[in-house]
Nanobody, 122 residues
Framework: VQLQACGGGLVQAGGSLRLSCVAS????????VGWFRQAPGKEREFVAH????????YYSDSVKGRFAISRDNAKNTVYLQLNSLIPEDTAVYYC????????????????WGRGTLVTVSS
């Protein structure tokens, strides 16, 4: 089982990035995927999740209206589009998977990938 997050980088405030989470080794289409982030010195926090079918999504209040989560099950990939970035979005972003229905609790996820660093400069 493997999840690989990529697409991070350095961007100016107001800019955009698209993160990808590529899965392998399990039946991806049966799993919900969540994105979490962890800033230096802070707890890992929920960002967004999408259910297995890609129909239901949910966002934290801090990113609602700026970020968009989507998935392509044919490519075993979940995307997180980051728009209108602010310095407070600076963090390592992680994707995680659990069966069928997403959750905002990191403890509910079975599989985690290595993170990708997003740095937003002011």
């Amino acid at each position: 089982v493997q999840l690989q997050a990529c697409g991070g980088g350095l961007v100016q405030a107001g800019g955009s990035l698209r993160l990808s989470c590529v899965a392998s080794g399990f039946t991806f289409s049966s799993y919900a995927v969540g994105w979490f982030r962890q800033a230096p010195g802070k707890e890992r926090e929920f960002v967004a999740h999408i259910n297995a079918a890609g129909v239901t999504t949910y966002y934290s209040d801090s990113v609602k209206g700026r970020f968009a989560i989507s998935r392509d099950n044919a490519k075993n990939t979940v995307y997180l589009q980051l728009n209108s970035l602010i310095p407070e979005d600076t963090a390592v972003y992680y994707c995680a998977a659990r069966r069928y229905v997403g959750s905002s609790s990191r403890w509910d996820y079975n599989y985690w990938g290595r993170g990708t660093l997003v740095t937003v400069s002011s």
